[in-house]
């Protein structure tokens, strides 16, 4: 028996997906996004530069700065049509919190300062490098050579920019004692003491006379004089 009968086609729905980018992002945090589709189609999500082509689409999340376009593209499905969508987003370096670090002194036996460590403000973490281990601290002189510091927020990982250290000098107060009389003809002894490692210097001039005048002979004629005590400035010390 031959039976004849007429195929009814059906139009497959149009399929829709939508990806949205949670902003802001930031260099060292995790890019988010939300995907909205109407079928049950697997979704891609590719990842490219703004200024290159689709061919450089990569599904390797990005993580350095710059300009970016996502794209999320839904399969076609039996009941659905396949479809697209983009979206453009940028990732930039966070903003550096208020007072970002403070210095404390590391000191010898002596009291002298040899190095500083900056210890950073609370939630953050900090380095010479944006991708290296990020400690609690770090040494001056670390920072230095390398030209700054990096500041890793703790609750998104997120990264400063480069943060350019501030010349940082010790307070040394040089002090200077004398014996209670000095006489004339006797030879009389001047003590002085610096926290700083640096030589220091006494010179001498007649009371009231001009800085000019300033001598390191000690005197030994009779008279009024002024005494100073001066020591040169190093990497951590003022002069």
Known sequence: KTITFDAVWVEKKTGNVDIKIKTPVYVGAEVKYDIEKNSDG??????????????????????????????????????????????????SYLDKPVNPYTYKEVVNSTGTVTDLTIVPVGGYTISTSPDSSFGASVLYSAAKKAGGVYLRRGE??????????????????????????????????????????????????????????????????????TARITAPATGFYKA
């Open 42 to 91: 697997e979704v891609t999500v590719e990842f490219r530069k703004k200024d290159g082509n689709d061919s450089s689409y990569s599904k390797t999340v990005p993580m350095e700065g710059g300009k970016y376009i996502a794209r999320a593209k839904l399969k076609e499905t039996d009941d659905y049509k396949a479809d697209e969508d983009t979206e453009e987003f940028e990732i």
């Open 156 to 225: 998104d990982k997120a990264i400063t920019g480069m943060i350019t250290l501030s010349d940082y000098t010790a307070t040394d107060t040089p002090d200077i004692v004398f014996p209670d009389k000095i006489y004339y003809g006797a030879s009389f002894e001047v003590t002085g003491s610096s926290k700083s490692p640096a030589e220091l210097t006494l010179s001498y001039k007649e009371f009231g006379a001009s800085d000019d005048t300033y001598t390191t002979k000690a005197p030994t004629d009779p008279g009024k004089y």
